[in-house]
């Protein structure tokens, strides 16, 4: 923990989360992010602790730095709140960084941060640490653009499983009751979807709202068990859009994205099929 007096934060958060408010800030003179959340609960408390000490531990070139953490009581020192105090990311969130390197006229270097984003991910599940909600706004891209991951597993955020849009990411098998907690098999699901994203430069499934996502995708699962074609199901359910120009590229996602968990691509081939996209 750090204490909180050395923490100053703009009076205005500039981007608002399912996990919280992000707010830029200054600690000890240098420049940083500081992640806001609500602690309601003893419960939640405990987790925003345990949280901050595994983020703490993560040490690796394409996981965000945390600097520390503090727990304070607010300006009407009612409510506790937890705060992350971690690394500014200058290019924002990897949506962003690509969309701006195009209206400047310069190719995005897709695969690359991709790459960048699976090697942090792999990292993490090394160590037995699920992201749970991966998304291109949570992968972050650093000014020299290097990319990112952060805002993994902040279970202490009331809101963390009913974010709006989280159905984009969301893999099949966590829209059953007796699979609702993220797995590593659904973070493979999800990062299928940030590829998406990526390609698309928007939410992977367009302007479908969640209850739509939830019921295709429900649906489906269980015509095809109760018909008898289970082998349907190890293929991706979403269409191609125009955005994936190869086939190589399609092919690539619809391994990411399969529908039943053990066909997914596993990281290390997905990242070996990634350097040769960015051909690094």
Not at 92 to 97: A, E, I, N, T, V
Not at 120 to 132: A, E, K, N, S, T
Not at 163 to 169: C, K, L, P, R
Not at 200 to 214: C, E, F, M, N, Q
Request: with cysteine; glycine share 8%.
């Amino acid at each position: 923990l750090i204490p909180r007096d050395e923490v100053e934060m703009a009076p205005h958060p500039f981007r608002v989360g399912s996990f919280g408010k992000i707010y830029h800030g200054t600690w000890l003179g240098s420049r940083v992010v500081v992640k806001r959340v609500k602690l309601e609960s003893t419960k939640a408390r405990g987790d925003f602790l345990r949280e901050a000490a595994i983020w703490k531990r993560l040490h690796h070139p394409h996981i965000v730095p945390l600097f520390g953490a503090c727990i304070s009581f607010g300006e009407k020192q009612t409510q506790p709140e937890g705060l992350f105090v971690c690394e500014e990311a200058e290019n924002g969130s990897l949506r962003d960084f690509l969309f701006n390197e195009t209206q400047v006229g310069r190719s995005p270097p897709i695969w690359r941060a991709l790459r960048d984003a699976a090697l942090g991910l792999r990292f993490m599940h090394q160590r037995g640490i699920i992201h749970g909600d991966l998304k291109c706004n949570n992968i972050l891209v650093s000014k020299a653009g290097v990319a990112m991951l952060t805002d993994f597993g902040l279970s202490s955020a009331p809101a963390h499983e009913e974010s709006i849009g989280a159905f984009q990411w969301k893999a099949p098998e966590l829209f059953e009751p007796e699979c609702s907690a993220p797995t590593f098999e659904s973070d493979v699901y999800a990062f299928g979807m940030c590829v998406m994203e990526a390609l698309r430069g928007g939410s992977p499934w367009g302007p479908l709202p969640d209850a739509a996502i939830r019921y295709a995708l429900v649906k489906l699962k269980r015509t095809l068990a109760q018909g008898g074609y289970q082998r349907s199901i190890s293929t991706c359910i979403m269409p191609r859009p125009a955005n994936v120009k190869t086939d190589q590229h399609w092919a690539f996602v619809k391994q990411l994205c399969a529908f039943e968990p053990s066909k997914r691509l596993k990281l290390n081939d997905a990242i070996t099929i990634l350097e040769r996209f960015a051909e690094v």
